[in-house]
RNA sequence: AGGCGCGUAGCUCAGUGGGAGAGCGCUACCUUGACACGGUAGAGGUCGGCGGUUCGAUACCGCCCGCGCCUACCA
């Protein structure tokens, strides 16, 4: 059972797994543990295909839901997808007008139909996506937003909401969208760029005489002027109040100057202001305040209705161009400025939003806000990074109500009904069969469907059974974490909060963990129109699951946007071939048949290396114990990515493999057999921290370690190393920090600067070299003799002496470190004024130093202020280096004389 | 306009009140029996600027500059 030359994810992603899902380790509820674990996922569109967001969002998710089973809690993550309503519809009629039909040829009925066919289609790219990618979803559970189930959680929210009337429905102004032809809610109108503009100016003739100029931007507006408002205090205006004015286009029309504070702004424009109360937000403020006619100018597709008279069907645009025309035609104009404005866009199809008075529902918003507000106040929800709370508290303290229906058929049909013959409206959960008022039976349900996130609000519990009192329910609710970026932070977080206190009593989750967006190695927005967008499933084929994910994570620090590149990718593709390396190596270097297992050992046969090697493992143990618990994945990677190729591939198996190596001379079987199982030990531990970020590769070389017990036949259903548990028999060892310390002065120090001599000299990578060490400290002897022969290896010599004798002129390159003066003896001549030059700067360094300590232990108040420890360090520095400089100075002297 | 965040090596980013780190890239050398998706050694930084607090600031505070995002407004 060997592993292959090089790692190819390919060739057992796939096959692992099928084998997890298989053996169904991802079932939640099977373990009898006590503690449980559950989130949902934010269920991704069936509008298209997963993204590299997405891919993100769920590898942060899967590293939190791996972690926590292993951990031993009963995980639960429901996997599902969304129904995404104008999104899906649009691509879907996307389609339809490629086919050369459309949904109005079909009907809704056999639209509907479509759609559906599309969504399956994608609800499987999606699943087979988070499949590939490696998330642990109990695929028992998948949910979507339209099956039965959460369909009825979304009526029984909507009749409890409107019985409360929190739900009403009203005519107002919203934002509506004529391309798709459908009420948007405010969070769904993005102001993206601003776009350069005119302001420009046309005068109202004033009845009697005189004229009052206003100037706009959206000159064809002023075909549902009803009065023009100045400020009340505005001296050029106020006699003017009350006034007709007499509208070019429609001379019958009362139109009057009104006195308004709050929309005339004395020091904008002319100061007197166009109002249309039926196309802007303000005027329709204004309007109300005056009692002023709301005229509606235009059809839902935008054109121009019969309210416009001469301009009658022309759309938006064309019809500004012809009212320009026709008052510039009456000697009304009255000049152009230079404008920038940022319209608001529908955020599907960019088309600029029209203010339009329209009857749809709404949801009050205020009373839902206040316990949303406390549940992250008091703590109760937590944001990570927490930095999102101002954000989340000053959008709830300024929020407007919601406009809920949508003019669609993709979506949940709002539950009300009207009655033809009585005018009363039923609100019910079931299809009501007579009018509640007049017993008709001539009822018609509203043919609107409900905003998208209606139902996605109720997602952390609709998908448990509410609202049933459901068993799961009561398991697995209120959820332990979201996972989400924070571009949804109002349209999802805020909302399921406002939705889970209101309908549940209790918050969805009790953690948010936001994160940023994933960006192109330039730090640029990826879309697909820019193309710089990436496809999750060409980063798999390519790099593999774990080396994608591995990147994400690795990119993954607190909430902020990452660049994703290539270079990245490749790099991390790297390490899981070298951590595929170093297992292949110790699988090569196991005995051949029968004797494959690890041996057990007692902490008094452990040699050095194995215990720096397992106090190095311990220290990255909890490191990555503590990332994983402050989400703090990036670092759980760096530690993991060091301590694997360096301190375990560097070192630990080029200093082993002496020892491991097939020698017929003296090698102690004994001491082989010792220092394989700890290095398999140790590899098996890091592998199960590493598994919830990659857990691929980790699974598949996991399985081909000899195993300790047959009692976990899968890594991913193992326990994880932490700080307080260690499933496997290394030893906790005490004196950790002694022996690391040890290792880096007396081993790695003295390697390194051999090393760096070497260089220096130019010696061949070949050319074996005698050493001389001079150790500067007592007891240093031994220390090095204790460590000779592994210096020697890895210093490439054919003799280490060491020396505490005087000290031999020789023609040699030599470097001071605090604990030894490492000298490489030349056969050949030393380039005298090349090692000088070397040595010149090593003391201008040291001087330096030196100095800067000289200068604060003169410092008086230094001494007496800081912490003695911090003085004391600063002494035992000053010392150490003057004692280097004097070695240095003395090579120096030696090789001016010599 | 208000709010939030960022500015550290060529690039992407960690980090901490007590002489700055990583990955990649770069340079030189090396096909050494796990790995060239590799090894060894190196070069590279007045931690955006100016002030303040402090014995000591890259870190804390204030101002400024630059960049990004969010909310609002935009006759």
Redesign the pocket.
């Known amino acids: 059972m060997t592993l292959d030359?090089?790692?190819?994810p390919e060739s057992y992603e796939s096959r692992i797994a099928e084998k997890w899902e298989h053996a169904g380790l991802f079932r939640a509820g099977e373990a009898a543990t006590t503690k449980r674990f559950s989130l949902v996922i934010p269920p991704p569109n069936v509008t298209g295909a997963l993204h590299i967001g997405h891919a993100f969002d769920m590898t942060l998710q899967d590293i939190v839901v791996r972690w926590n089973r292993m951990l031993g809690h009963d995980t639960l993550w429901v996997p599902g997808t969304d129904h995404a309503g104008i999104a899906t519809q649009m691509v879907v009629e996307k389609r339809l007008r490629e086919q050369g039909t459309s949904r109005h040829e079909l009907g809704r009925e056999r639209f509907e139909q479509q759609v559906w066919k599309w969504k399956d289609i994608y609800r499987q790219r999606i699943v087979d996506s988070l499949r590939r990618l490696g998330c642990s979803c109990d695929w028992s559970r998948e949910r979507f937003t339209l099956d039965p189930g959460l369909s009825r959680a979304v009526r029984e929210t909507f009749v409890r909401l409107y019985d409360e009337g929190l739900i009403y429905r009203g005519t107002r102004l919203i934002n509506w969208c004529p391309d798709c032809r459908t009420a948007l809610s405010?969070?769904e109108v993005d102001?993206d760029k601003?776009e350069q503009g005119e302001?420009?100016?046309f005068a109202y003739p004033i009845e009697g005489g005189g004229e009052i100029v206003?100037?706009?931007?959206?000159p064809e507006t002023m075909l549902g002027d009803t009065a023009i408002a100045v400020h009340p205090e505005d001296e050029r205006y106020r006699a003017m109040i009350g006034r007709r004015v007499l509208h070019p286009f429609f001379p019958e029309r009362d139109v009057r100057v009104v006195g308004d504070a709050e929309?005339?702004?004395?020091?904008?424009?002319?100061?007197?202001?166009?109002v249309t109360p039926a196309h802007?937000?303000?005027d329709f403020a204004c309007g109300l305040r005056h009692g002023l006619e709301q005229i509606s100018i235009f059809e839902p597709d935008g054109a121009v209705n019969a309210a416009g008279g001469p301009f009658r069907g022309l759309n938006r645009f064309e019809a500004r161009k012809r009212v320009k025309q026709a008052l510039e035609e009456r000697g009304l104009a009255r000049g152009t400025q230079a404008?920038?404005?940022?319209?608001?866009r529908c955020q599907r199809c960019r088309t600029i939003v029209e203010p339009t008075i329209s009857t749809q529902w709404f949801l009050k918003m205020e009373p839902l806000a206040g316990p949303a507000l406390e549940a992250v106040r008091d703590g109760r929800i937590r944001f990570v990074p927490s930095?999102w709370e101002?954000?989340f508290f000053?959008?709830l303290e300024?929020i407007?109500d919601w406009c809920i229906s949508r003019q669609l058929w993709w979506g949940h049909r709002i539950p009300a009904w009207y009655c033809g013959a009585c005018g009363e409206v039923i609100v019910s959960r079931e299809p009501p069969q007579r009018c509640t008022s007049c017993a008709s039976g001539e009822l018609e349900q509203d043919p609107d469907v409900l905003d998208t996130w209606f139902s996605s609000q109720l997602w952390p519990f609709s998908v448990f059974g509410w609202p049933d009192k459901t068993d799961e329910l009561a398991r697995y609710y209120p959820t332990d974490v979201l996972v989400t970026g924070?571009?949804i932070i109002?349209f999802w977080v805020a909302r399921m909060i406002m939705a889970g206190l209101k309908m549940t009593g209790e918050v969805p989750f009790r953690t948010v963990l936001f994160h940023g967006m994933v960006?192109d190695?330039?730090?640029q927005?990826m879309s697909k129109t820019a193309g710089n967008a990436v496809e999750p499933e060409l980063l798999l084929a390519e790099h593999g699951a774990d080396a994608t994910r591995f990147t994400l994570a690795a990119?993954a620090?607190?909430g902020?946007?990452?660049?994703l590149?290539e270079?990245?990718l490749?790099?991390?593709?790297?390490?899981?071939?070298?951590l595929w390396?170093?297992t292949?190596?110790l699988l090569?270097?196991l005995p051949a048949d029968d004797g494959r297992q690890r041996v057990t050992y007692e902490a008094d046969e452990l040699d050095d290396l194995d215990r720096y090697l397992i106090a190095r493992y311990l220290e990255t143990v909890e490191g990555v114990d503590r990332a994983y618990h402050e989400f703090?994945f990036?670092?759980a990677a760096?530690l993991l990515?060091?301590f694997l190729?360096?301190t375990y591939?560097?070192w630990s198996?080029?200093l082993s493999?002496p020892d491991l190596a097939d020698r017929a001379d003296g090698t102690d079987p004994r001491r082989a057999d010792v220092r394989r199982s700890v290095l398999l030990d140790v590899l098996d531990g890091a592998l199960r921290l590493l598994h919830p970020i990659a857990p691929f590769i980790t699974e598949e070389l996991w399985q081909h370690l000899p195993q300790r017990s047959h009692a976990e036949p899968f890594l991913a259903a193992s326990s994880i190393p932490t700080a307080e548990r260690q499933p496997l028999p290394l030893p906790i060892l005490d004196d950790r920090t002694e022996l690391i310390a040890s290792f880096d002065d007396w081993l790695i120090g003295p390697?390194?600067a051999a090393?760096?001599l070497?260089?220096?000299a130019g010696v061949?990578?070949?050319r074996k070299v005698t050493l001389r060490l001079r150790p500067r400290q007592p007891g240093g002897a031994r220390m090095l003799e204790r460590y000779r022969d592994r210096i020697e290896i890895l210093v490439r010599a054919e003799q280490v002496i060491i020396d505490e004798g005087p000290v031999p002129d020789e023609p040699a390159l030599r470097q001071v470190l605090e604990t030894v003066e490492v000298v490489l003896p030349l056969s050949g001549a030393v380039d005298l004024a090349k090692e000088r030059e070397r040595l010149l700067k090593e003391k201008g360094k040291l001087d330096?130093?030196l100095?800067?300590?000289e200068?604060?232990l003169a410092?008086a108040?230094?001494v007496?202020?800081?912490?003695a420890e911090?003085v004391a360090?600063?002494r035992e520095r000053l010392a150490a280096g003057r004692g280097r400089l004097e070695e240095i100075e003395r090579l120096l002297a030696q090789l001016g004389t010599g």
């Open positions: 030359k090089a790692f190819q405010d969070l102001r601003p302001m420009w100016s206003v100037a706009t931007t959206r929309l005339a702004d004395p020091e904008t424009g002319t100061g007197a202001v166009k802007d937000p303000n404008h920038t404005l940022t319209p608001g930095s101002k954000t000053h959008w300024n407007q924070f571009d109002f960006r190695a330039a730090g927005k990119l620090s607190s902020t946007d990452l660049a590149s270079q990245r490749t790099g991390y593709r790297a390490f899981m071939n070298k390396n170093a292949r190596f090569l270097r703090r990036d670092q760096e990515y060091h190729w360096h591939c560097d198996i080029e493999k390697v390194n090393r760096g070497r260089a220096a061949e990578p070949a330096r130093e100095a800067a300590s200068r604060k410092n108040k230094f007496s202020r800081a912490p911090v360090k600063e």
